[in-house]
């Protein structure tokens, strides 16, 4: 007795059945990724930050910085609207004046990061522009628009020396400089994300007169001192010793061989790639970011950086402390013994002594992010706000990044806007987000 539905077919038909449902399936997949190709291609495709301004009409200034101690640091500037181009802007006693914002991006990034959006309104720097900012966006050294110094080739291991600490104590200071003397304002705004905060509150510590050139520091998806990897066999790996990432990557360039493959790879593919490695590593799902915007943004998600830099960040999460490099690397075990720790210790960054005001902007579902050792670390008055269900590259890139991270941004500016902080700026904030 044929068996019902499946009896009526032979077996040709029924590998026609299945080859038609796939087909379909296919279809529908390509449909998907064929509705965002124009904006994210164009996004996608970009050679460099002036690049990607110019696709939204925006005109991007390019700047050289020199730090003390020798790096070429790229500054790029967003200081006009639509149509203002010939304006002058903080240039002179006849031109215009803006309050200065300064954006700095995370690790393994460079500038680019903060305009590789799909939508221009979701776009932090180009909504600040039309609200009448003069924006500035640092670059890391190492990274693409800083790989260059007056001292050292970037094929010697003298050029890869730097940590957390050179980005503290050279790069955010003297890239401050450079921009307030440029435009010849007394104080800025920096708006910082991940590492680019973590930077800020250890120069911000280090450096007192920093504290009076910057009005409020907004740290977006904020690091500090990381709780360590959702993965248990990599996590144990880097606590086990840091080291390890010397033997594996050597002393110059972390990666260095991500864009090879990025140029090589079918742009889904590579996306799909990212996706499974945040997911391994930090246990992110990422579906507050479209497939669209991925693909528009992931091939510019990363840029050189030295994998010493790394180290330190594995150095932090080993300890517990947000410090200062620890030169004197010493095997675990001598490391962690009692003994050892009488008779040295790294200095941590004086993060209780800022005197910026600082407003905190973090995902409730993102991993790195230990709010409690952050706020222990911090000066008491500053300010915290929890966006629950966002996660870590959320803060740049996410669906309604317009919605949920801006007002606080926007709020924060508004707010504070001297020098010198007052109880009236704090008192006057709260009252922001509470109308917020």
């Given at each position: 007795m044929p068996v019902p539905f499946l009896g009526r077919l032979n077996p040709s038909e029924y590998v026609a059945l299945v080859g038609s449902f796939l087909l379909v399936g296919l279809e529908a997949f390509i449909r998907v990724?064929?509705?965002?190709l124009p904006i994210s291609t164009s996004i996608r495709n970009a050679s460099d930050f002036v690049d990607l301004c110019a696709t939204f009409g925006y005109t991007a200034e390019e700047h050289v910085v020199q730090t003390k101690d020798g790096y070429l640091l790229g500054l790029h500037r967003l200081a006009w609207r639509k149509g203002e181009e010939d304006t002058k802007v903080n240039s002179g006693p006849k031109s215009v004046k803006k309050r200065v914002v300064y954006l700095h991006h995370g690790l393994l990034m460079n500038s680019e990061v903060w305009v590789c959006l799909?939508?221009?309104?979701?776009?932090l720097p180009f909504v600040l522009v039309e609200r009448g900012f003069d924006v500035w966006f640092g670059n890391n050294r190492g990274n693409k628009y800083s790989k260059k110094s007056i001292r050292w080739s970037p094929t010697s291991l003298q050029f890869w020396n730097f940590s957390i600490d050179e980005f503290a104590f050279h790069d955010i200071p003297d890239s401050i400089g450079y921009?307030?003397?440029?435009?010849?304002q007394k104080s800025l705004s920096y708006i910082g994300f991940s590492q680019g905060t973590a930077q800020a509150f250890a120069s911000l510590a280090v450096h007192p007169k920093l504290n009076d050139q910057v009005?409020?520091?907004?740290?977006?998806?904020?690091?500090m001192s990381p709780a360590g990897l959702s993965n248990g066999v990599v996590d144990a790996l880097v606590k086990a010793s840091p080291q390890v990432l010397y033997l594996l990557f050597g002393r110059r360039s972390i990666l260095s061989s991500a864009t090879m493959w990025e140029s090589l790879l079918y742009p889904p593919l590579f996306t799909k790639l990212i996706d499974l490695g945040l997911s391994f590593l930090f246990n992110w799902r990422t579906e507050n970011i479209s497939t669209s915007q991925k693909l528009a943004a992931y091939p510019h998600l990363y840029s050189f950086t030295s994998t010493k830099s790394v180290v330190h960040w594995f150095q932090i999460i080993r300890t517990k402390s947000f410090q200062m490099y620890d030169d004197d690397v010493h095997p675990p075990t001598l490391l962690s013994s009692p003994?050892?720790?009488?008779?040295t210790k790294v200095a941590r960054y004086p993060t209780r002594n800022i005197?910026?005001?600082v407003v905190l902007v973090y995902g409730g579902s993102d991993s790195l992010v230990d709010i409690k050792a952050m706020r222990r670390a911090l000066p008491a008055q500053t300010i915290a706000n929890e966006i629950p269900h966002y996660e870590h590259l959320?803060?740049?890139?996410?669906?309604?990044?317009h919605e949920q991270v801006f007002p606080h941004v926007f709020d924060a500016l508004e707010s504070f806007t001297g020098a010198e902080p007052m109880r009236e700026e704090f008192a006057r904030y709260r009252i922001a987000r509470e109308n917020s």
């Open positions: 990724f064929t509705l965002a799909t939508d221009e309104q979701r776009a921009i307030l003397e440029t435009t010849g009005n409020v520091f907004i740290a977006l998806a904020p690091a003994s050892s720790n009488k008779y005197k910026t005001p959320d803060f740049l890139w996410a669906r309604d990044v």
